[in-house]
Nanobody
Framework: VQLQASGGGLVQAGGSLRLSCAASGRIVGDQAVGWFRQSPGNEREFVAAIRWMSRSPFYADSVQGRSTISVDNAKNTVYLQMFNVKPEDTAVYYC????????????????WGRGTQVTVSS
């Protein structure tokens, strides 16, 4: 499975953005597709994930209530919409796919895409 993240850019605080994670190759079963982010000097942290078949979503506390993760099977793509973005959302965002049970852990993901930069201006 190869993953391609896109949709990053510069957005003003309070605005919204939509990130896309396009998968080439088949995501099978109830694998999870997750989003992580990393800002300079910080560890890569979990943002959100979704189970491919069951559509069960998971969100980090930092984005809960202002993010929506969704799947478009026809396009083999996972979307992450973020609303009311904040300067602390600034980071490189990565999407990943894997079959690990603990979707919040990086170790649960086998496939990683290149990141897309999101910069939120205040």
């Amino acid at each position: 499975v190869q993953l391609q993240a896109s949709g990053g850019g510069l957005v003003q605080a309070g605005g919204s953005l939509r990130l896309s994670c396009a998968a080439s190759g088949r995501i099978v079963g109830d694998q999870a597709v997750g989003w992580f982010r990393q800002s300079p000097g910080n560890e890569r942290e979990f943002v959100a994930a979704i189970r491919w078949m069951s559509r069960s979503p998971f969100y980090a506390d930092s984005v809960q209530g202002r993010s929506t993760i969704s799947v478009d099977n026809a396009k083999n793509t996972v979307y992450l919409q973020m609303f009311n973005v904040k300067p602390e959302d600034t980071a490189v965002y990565y999407c990943a796919a894997g079959s690990g049970e603990m979707v919040v852990h990086r170790e649960s993901y086998m496939y990683w895409g290149r990141g897309t930069q999101v910069t939120v201006s205040s």
